[in-house]
């Protein structure tokens, strides 16, 4: 998950997701970077990516792009980032030797899953934001992402442990991506901006039982490695326990 590119100022769509074509779409991480192309430094990614049909190609995918809700940068003339269309996406595969086994038409079904997973990780990382928000009332911005599909993640790691010793409670399978993202907290009006640290492990769940449609769960936390993060994670996880040992229960 977590391609992006960011090029033009668009109002955002809303959710992206065929759920009709969801079936279709396997949950495999992005490719990331390697070899020795030339990089974008804000994701990772090689910086031209081709919107030309490859050669052989049976499926006519949409060059179209979708703009994301996600502000860029540090302010506001650099826009939205921008997700890529599904043929830049199968083009992209193929670059990095991912698409063997990825049916050509399930590639704008992933585009779509891969547009809402990242969607739902902002939403999530704007929850963790609100305190700083409601401060200083300037959103928070994306700095920049870097996939990490192959580094298992601390916590990752503790879940699958936990996961063999109590399957029923815990999950026994590693999440198929992981993202960090350098999400841009306001230090509030002309106060410029502080960089944090945000982690995102990805994992498949099972099948929605009423639609039967694939589901996602998107762990999503400020990285340990800093005080503040550190303090922002004891407080998000341990004020819902105070509440309920004061008595305090949310309405459902």
């Not at 992005?30 to 974008?40: A, I, Q, T």
Request: proline residues 9%; glycine residues 6%; charged residues 30%.
């Amino acid at each position: 998950m977590g391609w992006f590119w960011a090029e033009k100022k668009e109002k955002p769509s809303g959710c992206p997701v065929d759920h009709g074509s969801f079936k279709k779409a396997p949950a495999a991480e992005c490719p990331v970077k390697g070899g020795d192309e030339v990089l974008n430094p804000l994701n990772n990614m090689p910086m031209a990516i081709s919107s030309e049909r490859l050669p052989g190609q049976k499926v006519s995918l949409s060059t179209e792009r979708t703009i994301s809700t996600i502000p860029r940068g540090e302010s506001d003339d650099q826009g939205l980032w921008e997700y890529p269309s599904p043929q830049q996406m199968l083009n992209a595969m193929v670059r990095k030797g991912k698409a063997k086994d990825i049916p050509e038409d399930a590639v704008e079904s992933m585009v779509d899953v891969h547009n809402f997973l990242n969607e739902g990780a902002w939403q999530q990382i704007l929850d963790w934001e609100d305190e700083y928000t409601k401060e200083t009332k300037i959103e928070p911005r994306l700095k920049k992402f870097t996939g990490r599909p192959n580094d298992l993640s601390p916590r990752a790691q503790m879940y699958l442990w936990l996961g063999k010793l109590f399957p029923d409670t815990f999950n026994t399978q590693p999440p198929f991506d992981r993202h960090d993202w350098t999400v841009l907290r306001s230090m509030g009006l002309n106060k410029g901006f502080k960089e944090v640290r945000y982690v995102i492990d990805y994992y498949s769940a099972p099948d929605d039982e009423e639609t039967g449609m694939p589901a996602f769960m998107l762990d999503t936390r400020p990285a340990l490695d800093s005080p503040a993060s550190v303090r922002d994670r004891f407080v998000h996880w341990s004020y819902p326990l105070y509440k309920r040992a004061m008595g305090e229960f949310d309405e459902k």
